[in-house]
């Protein structure tokens, strides 16, 4: 049945198709497998919030950035000059609820910090190297 002479073209052909395919998606998944960790990398460095910008307080060392995004407020506090180790804080509060933040040694910025504020009012403080910045209670 298959071993005449006019199947084996049929048979070459067949297997040189699997074999492109074969290689095919071994290159795909190379290419993932090499380009997974430089994409978990890149959304490592780049922790920002998301939504509209709302408000952004500058002060001598640094700015807090307040941004709104549906039912959610996010803040962060960023350096005028990052790439030293220096002490940094963000605070985030929706009135009547307890205020989240990020505190500590940073290079870049603090935070994200991200409250619940829809219908709510909020208010954020950030600080880099002892000077600070504040809102009030906005979103009111």
């Not at 500590?104 to 910045?133: D, E, I, K, Q």
């Amino acid at each position: 049945m298959f071993g005449g002479a006019g199947n084996i073209g049929i048979g070459r052909r067949l297997g040189r198709r699997l074999l492109a395919q074969g290689l095919a998606v071994l290159m795909a998944v190379a290419a993932l497998t090499l380009a997974g960790p430089a994409t978990q990398r890149a959304d490592a460095v780049v922790s920002v919030c998301t939504g509209r910008p709302l408000k952004t307080i500058k002060f001598a060392t640094g700015e807090l950035r307040v941004y709104k995004k549906r039912q959610y407020a996010c803040a962060r506090t960023v350096s005028n000059t990052p790439g030293t180790r220096r002490a940094m804080s963000v605070s985030l509060q929706a009135r009547g609820g307890h205020p989240a933040g990020d505190r500590g040694t940073f290079t870049r910025h603090a935070g994200p910090v991200t409250v619940h504020a829809l219908n709510r009012c909020v208010r954020a403080t950030g600080a880099v190297s002892g000077v600070a910045g504040s809102t009030g209670w906005i979103l009111c």
